[in-house]
């Protein structure tokens, strides 16, 4: 049982270039979500999920995509990447939004620098 | 718009010894959770501990325990018998969710530093 994984681990992109930051879970959750953690600073939530089919935005959605094709994979889609999207990037699971059945498990994130 | 206070950027503690981290937070909704998250250098978010708002009994899990006072919008956490593995960035997070809606806030962290 893996958990929350994420790739890649690094990443650098020159501004304008697009990626896609990979997130499977093999607990059979229905809730995802991606997380951006600015240096000292928490973590802000981009986009989540409550199941395949179905993503909604959360609080800095803005230059960022997602979609929900299976229940285990979310990807986050970065499409013209700018310096203000150099951060560190969580995916997270939870079966349901429901606690206790709410608690997140995170995977190890992604560093993204943007020059 | 919720939001969440951690007053002290960084703490110290000896090992053995106890250590209590603050938080304050605000929100507009009457039911809701509250959370310690650990992020240790590996950076991976590990769940410490949760109390749902409506308990008002205080949630413990082994070493670490939470004081919550529901008037006052306060929810720290104390860590007992530090260890050095306890060395770590503590976030505190308050989540509303409902119908068609997920909040989650967390506040900018306390670094805590542990010495032997």
């Known amino acids: 049982n893996a958990g929350v994984t994420q790739t890649p681990k690094f990443r650098i992109l020159k501004i304008g270039q697009s990626m896609t930051l990979q997130c499977t879970q093999d607990?059979?959750?229905?809730?995802m979500y991606w997380y951006r953690q600015d240096p000292g600073m928490g973590l802000k939530l981009i986009y989540y999920?409550?199941?395949?089919?179905?993503?909604d935005k959360g609080e800095v959605p803005n230059g960022y995509n997602v979609s929900r094709s299976t229940t285990e994979d979310f990807p986050l889609r970065l499409e013209l990447a700018a310096p203000s999207q150099t951060s560190v990037y969580f995916c997270?699971?939870?079966?349901?939004?429901?606690?206790?059945?709410?608690?997140?498990?995170f995977g190890p994130g992604t560093r993204l620098t943007v020059l | 718009a919720q939001t969440v206070t951690q007053s002290q950027p960084e703490m110290s503690v000896q090992e053995a010894e106890t250590v209590t981290l603050s938080c304050t937070y605000d929100?507009?909704?009457?039911?809701?959770?509250l959370f310690w998250y650990k992020q240790p250098p590996s950076r991976q978010m590990i769940l410490v501990i949760r109390?749902?708002?409506?308990?008002?009994q205080n949630a413990t899990e082994n070493r670490f325990s939470v004081n919550f006072q529901k008037a006052a919008k306060s929810f720290s956490l104390k860590i007992s018998d530090s260890q050095l593995g306890d060395a770590a960035m503590y976030f505190c997070?308050?989540?509303?969710?409902?119908?068609?809606?997920?909040?989650?806030?967390f506040g900018k962290g306390t670094k805590l530093s542990v010495i032997p």
């Open positions: 997270a699971s939870s079966y349901s939004g429901v606690p206790p059945a709410d608690t997140q498990y």
């Open positions: 607990m059979n959750h229905n809730y």
């Open positions: 999920s409550v199941g395949a089919g179905i993503t």
């Open positions: 929100t507009s909704e009457s039911d809701y959770y």
């Open positions: 109390q749902e708002a409506y308990k008002q």
């Open positions: 997070a308050v989540l509303c969710s409902g119908a068609g809606s997920y909040q989650l806030t």
